[in-house]
Each structure stands twice: as C-alpha cells, then as structure tokens.
C-alpha cells in the first residue's frame, strides 16, 4: 500500500573537527578542534510505501525530497593553551544558501492506534542537493542519517485501527 507522507522537521545538522596539536617556540603546547551546526527547517515530502503488515503493525520503505531553509549556522572553537580551557564562538553565517533541497530514504515500522495515530519508528537517510555554501571555492554538502521517532495522525481515519 503507497502513501504520500509530509510533514514539518527542524533539523540540527553538525559535526566535530578532530583535535589538532600545536608546539610553540616556548615549548607550551595548544591543543584545538572546531564544532559547527548548521539549523534547517524542511517540508519533507516522501512516497512510503508499506510493504508488509500484520495486525496493527506495519512494515515500510520510502523515499522523496525535503525543500529546507537554512535557519542559522554557529561555529565553536574549543582550544586548550598549556592548562587553560577557552572557546569562542562565532553565528556569522555569510553567503549559506538559504534555500536547498534534500534527497530523502526511510526504512521503518509503525504501529496503528485508534482514530488515525500512528505511533513509527524509522532510519532515515538525508543528502542535501545543493551545496552549504555557493561562495567557497569547496563545496560542502551535508548527509545525515539516524533513528527518527513519532506519532502522526491521518485526519481520513475517524474509526478503527487502521
């Protein structure tokens, strides 16, 4: 059985630099890594289709695009200089492309209750389209992938299990 599934998702995509080690002339020692997130709001849009079901229980894959606007971006320099602990942190986001576009898989199961909610559980694959940012001379593409939890609600269910 096919459906078509939307929705509204915030999403917190980031990722951790590894830790760098510098030595200066004085022999002290630095130690550094960079954490950056970048936040989108998206409008999923995927085709699910449920391809075993018993009972209440149903098996699914799916697949679609999510359009996303970029919301901000914020960096975080944590470094260690000799036995000090600093960071700084830093939201300019210049020239992020404020609309992109994901590429989307699902592979999940779902539980049917009463009056059209669902209680799902699903992995999820996400791979934006386009790049981060269109001004660096690298292009930066986010993947995620993960466990998604939820209830939905199908308004056309009024009673019954399904």
């Given amino acids: 059985r096919f459906s078509i599934n939307s929705g509204l998702v915030l999403s917190d995509f980031g990722y951790k630099t590894d830790d760098a080690q510098v030595r200066f002339s004085d022999q002290t020692t630095a130690s550094f890594h960079t954490l950056i997130d970048y936040t989108y709001i998206g409008v999923p849009l995927n085709l699910k289709y449920t391809f075993f079901s018993v009972g209440r229980i149903g098996l699914f894959a799916g697949a679609g695009v999510s359009p996303s606007i970029f919301i901000q971006k914020n960096t975080v320099l944590k470094y260690t200089i000799g036995s000090q602990d600093e960071s700084s942190s830093n939201k300019e986001a210049v020239g992020y492309n404020r609309y992109n ?30 790049e981060v940012n269109s001004n660096l001379p690298d292009k930066e593409y986010l993947v995620m992938g993960g466990l998604s939890l939820g209830i939905t609600y199908n308004p056309l269910v009024r009673t019954g299990n399904r």
């Fill in 101 to 130: 576009l994901t590429a989307d898989a699902i592979l999940g199961a779902d539980f049917n209750l009463r009056k059209g909610f669902k209680v799902n559980a699903n992995f999820y694959f996400r791979h934006f389209i386009s």
